[in-house]
């Protein structure tokens, strides 16, 4: 099997680059406020927690359970997006990145409606996905969202989604043998 | 403890070599970056497998620097921030733990590429110091002792054989393979079974293959898969002759003017050791052998290990091609078609090389090999394919195309190998701003390819997509890329005659030291139109049996 660069890990490279390096200047320009934020304990707490909880309802909403099939919550996303935010295997810079976007979303949500994206309506999500699908930060907010859907939807079962296989069921999906029972123990030092 | 040899490495360019000498009944020591796994370790996990660095480091502890043209310019950039992961398996066993085991042996044009057809501008080809026939017994050996099933038909570019067949027949085939025959049939192309480095059935402690569907990219859990792990290393072990040291990442090789002396490396624990050795075997995949050379730079060595003729690093090449596919719609075939179509499991073990030679501008030159196989069953890959319709879809557009991809079609797919042509723009170097988590320089990889290898590409892509026309596949397309497919990786300390454009002998000794070797695929100066992996394996038992020989002499005087 041939490994090529747009196969490796589903990345689409070229725009992740580029995206990081406009996430680097900007965040050069957010600096100050963003670590006067991180940096008081009690804010530290409720600006985190908001950007977890604006992650899981952009899933809920980009993968709304319908006639169709599936949603985020029948495949339990929550647990899914708990597990990859403590996954030591994934870099501290990615998972900066996509809480950043969630920050990054709720900053719109807030421009654009005076609301926190939590409050909006299904149609003012629908059109704020809209909009920010035409920026390179929310193309990539979208797809690393889509992309952990896609883990939860697909992953074994011991990662905490896709129970009983239900996601391997609705895509009539092989998922192969013998399927993990445990989740190894990653070492490295983050 | 002073050990015979000591091997950087432990994949299919290091096992042979170990395999062989303790089996001879020398002391050798395997140092291995990755730890130690084996096959009861191994599942069908995509996230773990495929989706995270579990197997491979993580980029931000190890990577890469990979300069890329840009606007004329060469821009070199950090994996970590690319997400391009240059790392194809580092644990005992190596890359082989996780390849398809597509087994191709190169033909006798291979080995004289200039003499046969000629130099081509902007590219370094050069004939190899050995022949075919030098490389026959171990293609052979290779069939025996890792285990290759397959069946022999003849063809315009069936190489020369000592043995009439395999040993093992052929794995499973599905439905589609004879499908795929009649389409050839048709258009008077002659389809080759796909020789595999997996066994059909049990042999000693390696079961058969069991058929779950998911070879490449995955560690094999019956043992079936010839790893280097499992068919050698495994082996070796129960001579009593063999020590593999894992998580043990080699740092630097310390030498005097004509010999190395010590290797250091650093344990899982982040303790600094060093290991004496008679023999030194470096054998750590391409790019990494080559930074390794590059990083044990001392006194007598000022531009790195076996590297004053600054040939270290130069002329890496990958295999070039693309890949391409077609669709069939399971409401365009009868109920009994359809079902065969679905079933996942049996392999497709169907190669074209009608084309191993090919004509461009009335003139003759090296081809390829195109190989066919199912798109990979890994679910989560696949839907992702899904996430774009021009645009980036979700809810319930993309729910229609998820279920459309997954339920209403399988997709065939072929891979093409040929040729990437040495030139002066792909090479290793080393770059001493970006450090891995132990603090060495890492490899800078220029990844520059030459046109030519397009145009042979496209030109047989063609060939590829008109056998799947006439199967009846819909949709049909191919890619031929410039971009390196980064688990196919030789060259950068290439054999040869001359110490003043190879860094090693047609033994793969370094010309500069008395008893250093580089056995992967680095020592390939072109790599053949077939994946690499059978001539790295029949490489090392070459060598093996060089090192052998050097050591019983020295016993017996």
Not at chain 2, 87 to 97: K, L, M
Not at chain 2, 503 to 514: F, P, R, S, Y
């Amino acid at each position: 099997m041939i490994k090529y660069k747009h196969n490796s890990k589903g990345h689409d490279l070229k725009q992740n680059t580029l995206a990081r390096r406009a996430f680097l200047g900007t965040s050069f320009l957010l600096g100050a406020a963003t670590l006067y934020w991180f940096n008081q304990k009690d804010k530290k707490v409720r600006l985190y927690a908001n950007e977890t909880q604006v992650l899981l309802h952009s899933a809920y909403h980009l993968f709304a359970h319908s006639e169709l099939g599936l949603g985020a919550k029948d495949i339990h996303i929550a647990s899914y997006l708990a597990f990859v935010l403590k996954d030591k295997r994934i870099m501290k810079s990615d998972r900066d990145y996509f809480l950043k976007g969630a920050y990054w979303l709720e900053e719109s949500a807030f421009e654009t409606y005076d609301s926190s994206f939590l409050n909006l309506s299904y149609d003012q999500k629908e059109r704020l996905f809209q909009n920010i699908s035409k920026e390179r930060w929310g193309r990539n907010y979208i797809h690393t969202t889509l992309g952990y859907i896609f883990e939860a939807l697909l992953s074994a079962p011991i990662y905490g989604s896709n129970i009983d296989g239900i996601g391997w069921k609705w895509l009539e999906h092989n998922p192969g043998f013998p399927q993990p029972q445990f989740i190894e123990e990653i070492t490295y030092e983050v | 403890m002073k050990y015979d040899v000591c091997i950087v490495g432990s994949g299919a360019g290091a096992a042979p070599v170990a395999y062989e000498l303790a089996n001879a009944g020398f002391k050798v020591l395997v140092l291995e970056k990755g730890a130690h796994y084996q096959k009861e370790d191994f599942f069908k996990d995509e996230v773990g497998v495929c989706r995270r660095s579990t197997f491979t480091p993580r980029l931000d502890l190890e990577q890469h620097v990979i300069e890329d043209l840009e606007e004329e310019v060469w821009v070199g950039t950090p994996t970590s921030q690319s997400g391009w992961d240059f790392w194809n398996g580092n644990i005992v066993g190596g890359s082989s733990n996780f390849m398809s085991g597509y087994f191709h042996r190169m033909k006798p044009d291979d080995f004289r590429l200039k003499s046969k057809y000629g130099e081509i501008k902007g590219a370094n080809v050069v004939d190899w110091p050995i022949s075919y026939k030098d490389l026959e017994p171990y293609y052979d050996k290779v069939e025996k002792v890792v285990g290759v099933s397959g069946k022999v038909v003849k063809h315009p570019f069936l190489e020369p054989r000592s043995s009439e067949d395999f040993p093992y027949a052929p794995t499973h085939e599905h439905a589609i393979s004879s499908w795929f025959d009649e389409a050839c049939k048709e258009k008077g192309f002659n389809s080759i079974p796909t020789p595999r480095a997996v066994l059909p059935y049990s042999v000693g402690d390696r079961d058969g293959c069991e058929y779950a569907g998911y070879c490449g990219s995955y560690g094999c859990s019956s043992g079936a898969k010839g790893s280097a792990r499992e068919a050698l290393l495994n082996k070796a072990l129960k001579t009593g002759n063999l020590t593999i040291l894992a998580n043990c990442f080699v740092k630097k090789l310390h030498s005097d003017k004509k010999r190395v002396h010590s290797a250091e490396y650093i344990t899982k624990d982040g303790q600094i050791e060093k290991v004496e050795a008679r023999l030194f075997v470096v054998a750590a995949q391409a790019i990494e052998s080559s930074r390794l050379l590059l990083n044990s730079k001392n006194r007598h060595f000022p531009y790195g290990l076996a590297n004053n003729s600054r040939q270290v690093g130069e002329n890496l090449v990958f295999s070039a091609g693309g890949s391409g596919e077609g669709e069939f719609y399971y409401e365009d075939l009868d109920a009994y078609s359809a079902n065969a179509l679905k079933e996942i499991g049996p392999f497709v073990n169907r190669s074209l090389q009608d084309w191993y030679e090919l004509e461009i501008n009335k003139k003759s030159h090296k081809g390829g090999t195109i190989d066919f196989l199912f798109e990979h069953p890994n679910a989560i890959s696949r839907a992702r394919r899904a996430m774009y319709d021009g645009d980036i879809v979700w809810g319930d557009k993309l729910k229609s195309r998820l279920r459309h991809h997954f339920t209403s079609r399988r997709v065939f797919s072929f891979e093409i190998f040929c040729d990437w042509l040495p030139t002066n723009d792909c090479f290793v170097s080393l770059d001493e701003s970006v450090k891995d988590r132990w603090g060495m320089p890492v490899a800078k990889v220029r990844i520059g390819a030459h046109p030519h290898d397009i145009k042979v590409g496209e030109k047989i892509a063609l060939k590829a997509e008109e056998l799947l026309k006439e199967m009846g596949a819909k949709n049909i397309y191919s890619s031929i890329s410039s971009a390196p497919p980064q688990n196919l990786q030789a060259g950068g300390c290439r054999f040869g005659n001359d110490p003043k454009t190879s860094v090693l002998d047609k033994n793969c000794k370094a010309h500069e030291l008395d008893n250093l070797y580089v056995s992967d695929g680095s020592f390939m100066p072109t790599g053949g139109s077939v994946p690499f992996t059978w001539t790295i394996y029949a490489n090392a038992f070459r060598v093996a049996d060089v090192l052998v020989k050097r050591l019983t002499a020295k016993k017996d005087s």
